[in-house]
């Protein structure tokens, strides 16, 4: 298992793949530092503290989230494009170890891209600020990592059973339809239609009432998602094996 992960890690993390990480990190944590408003005044800041820290705070949680989503998409798009090394690991492995360990390198690079903005989001809050917001915590990034894997299996999935990268755009384009029909501070109550639609296709975690990062459909469903998501990884391996 380690030597295959090792093998897709090789494929994934080519020099323009590194090139473009690297780059695209610091963009986003030069976004990061632009939400701080460095240019304002310092008296300004001062009087404004609490409202500045939480439009950083709710700005930057966006932005991690839009990371995330772009992160998942472009690293199963490039591990889905299958090319002869595939054909021959197919052939020495079985075919269940090779798709689990396809998508632990999906899973574990579009954590560690998030994991360095998140620390750079956190760092900043407490240089500039001197503090965290409530919302930022243990349960709220434990609930990024709950998206990140419900959102990997999702698009791992679907290119499992479609040719089309077309698919995996829309994946990606359903995810972001559910953060715009979800209102920052909403209630479950207060949500449309479209917006609870939205998040049973692609459920989103969002800032609710009282400062709560969270989902706005049940814990259990989140389940039932992942494990139906697993369920059609296990089919398309049983399919690609006959």
């Known amino acids: ?3 295959l992960i090792r ?9 323009k793949t590194r090139t473009l990480t690297v780059i695209f990190i610091g963009v986003v944590i030069g976004v990061l530092g632009l939400l701080t408003r460095p240019f304002d005044a310092k008296t300004v800041r001062i009087i404004y503290h609490a409202s500045y820290l ?3 705070t709710i700005e930057g949680f966006t932005l991690i989230k839009m990371v995330l989503f772009l992160c998942g998409f472009y ?3 490039h591990l889905s494009i299958l090319t002869p090394y595939d054909t021959v ?14 998508y632990l390198v999906i899973w574990l690079y579009t954590t560690g891209v998030v994991l360095i903005i998140s620390l ?18 243990l ?3 434990m609930r990024i990592g709950i998206l990140i894997t419900t959102y990997t299996l999702l698009l791992f999935t679907v290119s499992l059973y479609s040719k089309h990268h077309l698919a995996l755009i829309l994946v990606m384009f359903s995810f972001l339809l559910s953060d715009m029909f979800v209102n920052m501070s909403s209630t479950l109550g207060e949500v ?10 692609a459920p989103n975690i969002h800032v609710l009432t009282n400062d709560v990062i969270d989902f706005i459909i049940p814990k259990r469903f989140m389940l039932y998602l992942s494990f139906l998501y697993l369920t059609g990884i296990v089919a398309a391996t049983l399919t690609s094996d006959n």
């Not at 093998?7 to 020099?15: P, R, V």
């Not at 760092?123 to 919302?135: E, K």
């Open 1 to 3: 298992m380690i030597s």
């Open 7 to 15: 093998l897709h890690s090789y494929y994934l993390l080519t020099k």
């Open 54 to 56: 939480l439009d950083y």
């Open 75 to 77: 690293t199963v798009l």
């Open 89 to 102: 690991l197919k052939q020495r492995t079985h075919t269940v170890l090779y798709i689990l360990s396809k």
């Open 120 to 137: 750079y989001y956190v760092a900043f809050s407490m240089v500039i600020y001197g503090s965290l917001h409530p919302m930022i915590s």
């Open 139 to 141: 349960n709220s990034m």
């Open 192 to 201: 449309s239609s479209l917006g609870l639609l939205t998040n049973v296709l």
